[in-house]
């Protein structure tokens, strides 16, 4: 009894900020009924803002996130026991249809951006709480709940009952909103009255974030009502039809509403609420305004940061509401049903040429080689260059990072060329599924190739596993005739790779060692189309005997190491030129291993069974066991051959590099890079390279999270690192990157 009067006692600070907005409810009831007391920060203020503004690490972050560490810093002033503010990877499945539930990487992630910033418990000396907690469904919920509250004292019989009681609270309340809104919208089409939904995300309810949008509709004598009139609805030809991949929760509501509201009448009209800087919307704003078109509507996007007005929104939603009174219902175009892309890549397309943009020099290539062992022809276009940016800003989204404008660009300015017989060829990205929107490049191409007038170019997603969103009858991987040459030849290239870093810097003869990786890349290739992988150990050989016969200088060369998203990391045109820039100025550069992005499938799984993100059957953890085996023997065999090279450095196991990355951040950010670069960076310093330029896409929000946003954390446990964040993008100077790196390495 003393011990339950004690946690009593104990009061949990909850900020209102992103999916709190979706989730307080049910945390508020579980809590007060497991007997704890909760305070909620208060409705966002320019002067609660202007509180956290000087610990925001990252300037590109969207306005809600920016707002966070206000409320932090609100709720510490008032003297809460505890800090409650859980990582939520997955949201509730509310539509059957969609390929995924998860929250971006902003909301999932940002309590670690706010434990490195503000850093509570060390600052403030208050208990920062940041379960891992899934809402994909209620046993993972459960859980992760009942592990939390058994850590403060809760009993289990207590917990139960508690959990269920917030279960239905929350349920209740969702159901009751609903049915509310659905009135509202049933009489407003029966009445002809003007009526718009306003969609976006949970927390643009906050009134600092919407600009009063609201009331200035409804001042304006127009019905209003959210998103969530929609979440009850399902829609399975819609969501087929989508080139957008359905797998963030919010967006996923957004394009349900759009079409919903394509079915309705002319007198029920969308807008949507966009923060600047929103990742998943550069991609899910053009498929919601083609679903609108397509039945005679138009979207109206309000886009909202830290420096707008309700002055200025009020003016455009003042005209906008005047237009459509000005029209009457006869003045309706004429509806078609949304189709998204109009071909996929069928059996009868298997001949054709699929063209595949140039991703790095010591991969790229190699694709056409394991793509004929496929049974497919491969054709790598030539590099990245200002032209291949120039057309992506033109046919895509100007707000997608960085690699999707390049990629986009490459692909349209190859159709453009005249090279190719445009009814004989189709384009292929790789598609990985994760929460980044790497995994919607697909809904960027497509979109691209429409407005460019190739809409009838077929467009493949090449994944090892599920691909998403993407008709493609005529294209399967073959993972077990590919697995190992694939394996082999990411081996192969990083290895030479690491060789030719270590020896550019040092070679006598300039370029010799660029003519030697030249020349063992071409002889790889030759044997990566015979596939026989042992070749690959056996030129590998003469590769490490060959590096170790070139001539080199003695001296302490400086080692800069480049970490960061994975695109701009190893292709020279998106990382401007960085990487030779530094060797020409005599540092060594020190790139980390692609397979390394590859391994840390088997943390993440393990991460993911553990916490309920994703449940492993008993059958796929023993494949888990056989998969790491395969992969792992063949990562010893080429080390072993790459230990007689004469600079030859251990790569740590990827379970290693995860024990580093633990100190910094949660495993279960495993969106962009994941926690790969907090991994990378803590295993230079341990090894002497405490240099380290961290490349991040302008806007990339995986990475400003997981890079830019952990910086501090970084700083602390490793003083003596000097790190440097730099953003790239199609704008960018090259030379003000440079002056940067100078300022650094001197």
Known sequence: ????????????????????????????TLFVNCGFETVLSPESTVELFQKGAGSIMSENICFPAKLVHGHIVVLL???????FYPLVPKAEQEFTHASNSYNCPVVSGYP???????????????PFDTPVIGFNNRSTLKSGCRKYFKSLGVRVATFDRAFDEACRVSENAKTDDIMLQRQILDEAIRKGSLIFIVAGRPYHSDPLIHQKTGQI?????????????????SDEGGYGKLNFVSQWSYPNRVVQAALQVAKLPRCVQMIQLNSFGCGPDSFLSDEASSILKCAGKNLTVVRIDEIASPGSVRLR?????????SLSEGNQDKTRPYEGYGVSFEKKDRTKLILIPWFADFLSPFIPGIGKRAGYRFENLP???????????????????????LVLGDLIKALQSGRYDVDDVAVAITQTGGQCRATNYISQIKMGLMRAGFGRVPVIAVASGKTFQSEQSGFRVPQKRLANITIYAVLYGDALYRMYNVLAVREVEKGAAKRLFDKFMELGREAIEMNRPKDLLSLLKQAVDGFNELAVRDGDFVKVRLVGEIFVKYNDHAQAHIASWLRERGMEVVIP?????????FVNVRVNDEYGIEKMPTAERLMQGIYWTYLNSRILRVEQVMKGFRYFVENESIFAKARHAREVLHLSNQFGEGWLIAAEIAGFSRHGVNKVVCLQPFGCIANHVVAKGIEKRLKQLYPTVDLL???IDSGVAEVNLQNRLSLMLD
């Open 317 to 325: 939603l003042r005209s906008l509401v005047e237009s459509f009174k």
């Open 217 to 233: 509709l409804s001042d304006l004598g127009v019905d209003v009502l959210s998103d969530d009139v929609f979440r009850a609805c």
């Open 725 to 727: 964040y730099l953003d």
């Open 383 to 405: 590099q990245s260059d200002s032209l291949s940016a120039e057309i992506g800003l033109k046919y895509g989204h100007n707000e997608v990072c960085y690699p999707s404008t």
């Open 1 to 28: 009894m003393n011990r339950m009067n004690e946690v009593r006692r104990i009061c949990i600070g909850i900020p209102r900020v992103l999916n709190m907005f979706d989730n307080y409810l049910f945390w508020k």
């Open 77 to 83: 002033e008032k003297g809460v026991d505890r800090l």
């Open 112 to 126: 670690d951006v706010i434990r490195s910033a503000i850093d509570p418990e060390g600052r403030f000396g208050t």
């Open 593 to 601: 291993p692609l397979i390394d992005f590859i391994m840390q499938y």
